[in-house]
């Protein structure tokens, strides 16, 4: 019989604790109540720490980090939970975790079971560890704008055909839920602008073949996220508007990390 993983078993149970958080949230909605907030953070908290144990077992080798397309992947939801359950005790994102908690849920099972690509090894000085953290931290960040965006748009889409109802019910007012909105944004765009800022100290050439792709991207949606930003300020944009750009700012940066590595992983295998 062969062993088993070691991160198989808290693999399991994050992923457990993850559906079991989702499923009691999104019964209270189905029937109209508010969930325990202090129950839904525990089963949080709980599931993250599970997950983080995982992730650890796949990440530090005696070779180095590896940082595969799925632990990557991983690696940015648990960021994205714990941010997330750490604001839950100032600001009311609450509604947020029945997005991400499933998304944790999915991470976790495979970076467990699914196949690995072409795994490259990290070991590097600081500087570079700290741009990949930077990096992990800002595409963390623009997850959370993006699910916030969503909520948005479904509230934009229910106040304005007259029939808010389940979810929309327990939405903080539609100015709050902007106000988070472009928070989340303004923190995402210093992140990547720290990260864009210590590539260029620490990489050497951002614009080697195997990079250029990826920096080309990643500028460019630091120049999306700077004029939504700028239009905000500047000109009042709000609505479908911001929406719509925050979007595309995503979709840019989820192709240069994500859509870059999935080629050379399990594409080019380099």
């Known amino acids: 019989m062969l062993p088993l993983s070691p991160s198989l078993l808290p693999s399991l149970a994050a992923a457990c604790l993850y559906a079991a958080a989702t499923f009691y949230q999104g019964s209270c909605l189905r029937q109209g109540a508010k969930a325990n907030k202090r129950l839904l953070v525990t089963l949080g908290i709980l599931a993250v720490l599970a997950h983080a144990a995982s ?34 005790a100032r600001i009311p ?31 590097e000085e600081p500087g570079i560890l700290a741009h990949i953290l930077l990096s992990i931290l ?5 997850t959370i704008a993006v699910f916030q965006a969503l909520l948005l748009s479904l509230q934009n889409y229910q106040l304005k055909h ?32 720290l990260s864009l800022v210590s590539g260029w100290l620490f990489l050497g050439n951002l614009f080697a073949q195997h990079l250029v792709h ?45 859509g870059s590595k999935l080629v050379r992983e399990y594409i080019l295998h380099i």
């Open 214 to 258: 990826k920096t080309l991207l990643a500028c460019l949606a630091w120049i999306v996220f700077s004029v939504l930003l700028w239009g905000r300020h500047h000109l009042g944009w709000r609505g479908h508007k911001a929406i719509r750009w925050t979007f595309a700012g995503f979709c840019l940066l989820m192709l240069a990390y994500f």
């Open 162 to 193: 007259k029939h808010p109802k389940g979810l929309i019910k327990n939405f903080p007012p539609l100015q709050t839920m902007e106000s988070l909105l472009f928070g989340f944004l303004w923190a995402g765009w210093s992140l990547l602008s």
């Open 138 to 142: 800002a595409y963390g960040m623009f």
């Open 93 to 123: 994102v609450e509604n947020l975790l029945l997005l991400l908690y499933p998304l944790g849920m999915l991470t976790v099972l495979l970076s467990e079971f699914a196949p690995p690509g072409t795994v490259q090894v990290i070991n």
């Open 55 to 88: 992730l650890f077992t796949h990440l530090m080798t005696p070779a180095g980090l590896e940082l595969d397309f799925f632990s990557a992947a991983s690696l940015i939801a648990v960021a994205v939970i714990t941010v997330t359950l750490a604001a839950c």
